[in-house]
C-alpha cells in the first residue's frame, strides 16, 4: 500500500483508501493524516470530512471530530451520517441537548429510520427521559416491521 500512494501521490483516492484501512484497523492518528491529505489534494468534501471526523472521534479528539462535522454539513445540508456522528461526539462531550436537536433534525427528515429512533432512545434514556426513551424503541419497533 506504500507503494501504492507514493506512485500515485496526486490521487486523493489514494489516500482516502489507506485512511479508510487505517481506520479498520484502528489507527485513528493515521487515518486522520491520510483523510487530511486527501482533503488538500481532493478539496472540501463532505464525505472525507465525516470520515476524517470519525478517525478523531475516535482517537479522542472530539472538538475536531464535531468541527468537521459542521463542516460536512454546510457543504452538505442533509448528510443524516454527519448529525448522527456530530450527536454521538456532542453526547460524549456531555451536550446531551445539542446532541438531542440533531437526532430530532435527522427523525424530522428522514421519520423512517429506526435507527435514529434507537439512538434517540439511548440519549433520552441518560438524560433520565424514560418515557420518551420507550416512545422512541416503541417507534423503532413499529419500523422495523
Known sequence: MELEIRKNIGNPSSYNYRGLIYVEENRY???????????????????????????YYKNGDDERAI??????LRLRVDFPLAHVNRAQALWHKGNLEE???????????HPLDASTYKDRAKLRKAKGDLGGAADDLIKAKQLQH
Open 99 to 109: 446532541a438531542e436537536r440533531d437526532l430530532d433534525e435527522i427523525i424530522a427528515k
Open 29 to 55: 492518528a493515521e487515518a486522520v493524516a491520510d483523510f487530511s491529505d486527501a482533503l488538500v489534494h481532493q478539496g472540501p468534501d463532505p464525505d472525507l470530512l465525516v470520515r476524517r471526523g470519525w478517525a
Open 67 to 72: 468541527s468537521d462535522y459542521d463542516a460536512a
